[in-house]
């Protein structure tokens, strides 16, 4: 917000805004939106990076080390590690998730011995609370084709129960936006593959974001997809490994963020969070008031479904938060 972050904590039942504090010590570098992801057991965020400034401005011979953040939501302070042990754990983090035993697994890009070319994506896991990495495996692509499952097996946001099969939802040929599928990367045994994954119907545009079911052995998968018609989000229920879809849940006349304020397209991700039975998903609220201009009066809101019975509850962040002014970079759930 502004390029501050800020803790935001707001009612399931309602939308109302509970508390809301600045995040001290970490630093956003001006960007807009931080990918941070969720550990519902310690109540945290955490975000991987490595330093691009200063002294991190040369890379070292090396590599740049992952410094790995972890933001508590309910006082605002900032701890930092470096991740050490580990020898994938250095330079541009391309995906990580975590995993139900709270871990952390991610993945970096690997280089040839002048550090210059990229040759594969490093796999490996952080126990948070040392910093300690534990490497996996090593996946070497030597050419450029998109065409290969493991061009960008790398970057990954989601994980199975076991910490091996790391997922990329999204299209194979990156470049022109075709083949879309699920990437799966065995991180360590080392291999890749690309799944077709079929729309529930003709009636949707292609997913947004992928949240694995806790407590589901991995199996139970939702993901978000627009009604091509209206762009209104629908929440898609599928099964793994079989890829079926089971359910369709319709959410109602909610969208996901746009590219720019004024809705021009959609960005492809989405932020939600999930526990047994429970789906919550950041939304924005269309407005129909055409000045400034179109959509400048989109807000911010949650989703909330009961993945038991279906039912479906809609609640604008209230005081308003304007999606084309407030960017979000995550939303978790505690445990119960």
Do not use: C
Not at 217 to 226: E, I, K, M, Q, T
């Amino acid at each position: 917000m502004d390029g501050n972050l800020q803790s935001v904590h707001v009612n399931l039942t309602s939308g109302a805004v509970l508390h809301k504090m600045d995040i001290v010590g970490y630093n956003t570098w001006e960007e807009s939106t931080r990918d941070l992801v969720y550990d519902p057991t310690r109540n945290v965020f955490y975000a991987l990076d490595v330093n691009f400034t200063g002294t991190g401005s040369k890379r070292p011979t090396s590599g740049r080390p992952v410094i790995l953040s972890i933001i508590n939501p309910l006082d605002g302070s900032v701890t930092t590690k470096t991740v050490s042990h580990s020898k994938g754990a250095f330079d541009y983090v391309t995906g990580y998730a975590v995993m139900e035993n709270g871990m952390i697994h991610a993945a970096s890009r690997d280089y040839d011995v002048n550090g210059t070319v990229i040759i594969g994506s490093s796999f490996y896991t952080i126990d948070p609370t040392t910093g300690v990495g534990k490497d996996l495996s090593s996946i070497v692509h030597k050419t450029n084709d998109e065409t290969d499952p493991k061009m960008y097996g790398g970057y990954h946001r989601a994980i199975d129960i076991q910490g091996e099969n790391a997922y990329r939802l999204g299209y194979k040929t990156v470049s022109d936006q075709s083949d879309p599928g699920l990437g799966v990367v065995n991180s360590v045994q080392g291999t890749a593959e690309w799944l077709t994954l079929n729309l529930p119907d003709n009636e949707h545009a292609w997913y947004l974001g992928m949240n694995i079911i806790p407590d589901t052995n991995s199996s139970s998968v939702v993901s978000l997809a627009p009604n091509s018609a209206t762009g209104h989000l629908d929440l898609i229920e599928w099964d793994l490994p079989s890829l079926n879809v089971t359910r369709v849940i319709k959410l109602g006349n909610v969208t996901g963020p746009g590219v720019i304020m004024g809705k021009a397209g959609m960005l492809g991700y989405v932020l939600d969070t999930s526990r047994k039975e429970t789906w919550v998903g950041v939304v924005s609220f269309p407005n129909a008031f055409p000045l400034p201009f179109p959509h400048a009066l989109d807000a911010w809101g949650l989703a909330v479904v009961d993945l038991k019975s279906g039912d479906v509850a809609l609640h604008p962040i209230a005081p308003t938060l304007l999606s084309g002014g407030n960017s979000i970079s995550g939303v978790g759930l505690p445990k119960l």
